[in-house]
């Protein structure tokens, strides 16, 4: 696990490029954190760094979006979702069981249980006081992202 600290948007859009030029097709990426915290801008710079083009939006209303880039991007909401059924019907199962592509999925703590046995978390924290600023938390959850991770925090911090 490993802290970063953004002091704009444009700096936590430059960490998402990084994370876009590591991460690998099959990866589940949680975006955890309050509203305005920065989990679409960084999905938006990401999904960018994967080649997507056209808008790129929180999929409140709609639930999932699909973007086209290198792989498929599938961008989940789950903050207006209240019932396990709500996911079977959208097919959430389906792509983060053995994913295809790349999934982004903001609100995971609506359903902690439900998400898959692997996955890399990313909470994003406001600082009290500090309006351009948040604190990006990275972790895992199962074994398979612990050599990510650890690349991750290597191009981070070092460049
Ligand atoms: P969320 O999806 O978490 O609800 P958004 O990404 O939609 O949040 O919005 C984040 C807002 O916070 C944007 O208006 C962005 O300009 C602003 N912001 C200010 N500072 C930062 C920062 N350091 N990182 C990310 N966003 C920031
Ligand atoms: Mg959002």
């Not at 975006?31 to 960084?42: C, I, Q, S, V």
């Not at 989940?76 to 982004?104: H, K, M, N, S």
């Not at 909470?123 to 959850?141: A, D, I, M, S």
Request: a negative charge.
């Amino acid at each position: 696990m490993f802290t970063c600290t953004t002091h704009s948007p444009e700096e936590t859009a430059g960490l998402a490029c990084k994370v876009g030029q590591k991460i690998r097709e099959g990866t589940v990426l949680c975006l955890e954190g309050d509203l305005g915290a920065g989990k679409t801008l960084f999905v938006r710079s990401l999904a960018r760094t994967l080649g997507a083009e056209g808008e790129i939006t929180s999929p409140t209303f709609n639930l999932m979006n699909v973007y086209e880039g290198i792989c498929p991007i599938f961008h989940f909401d789950l903050y207006r979702l209240e019932t396990e059924e709500e996911l079977e019907d959208i097919g959430f199962y389906e792509y983060t069981e053995e994913p295809e592509g790349i999934v982004l999925i903001e609100w995971p703590d609506k359903f902690p249980e439900e998400m898959p046995e692997d996955y890399v978390l990313v909470h994003f924290g406001k600082v009290q006081g500090r309006e351009q600023e948040r604190q990006l938390t990275f972790g895992c959850h199962g074994g398979r992202h612990q050599g990510f991770l650890k690349e991750l925090e290597e191009i981070v911090k070092h460049g």
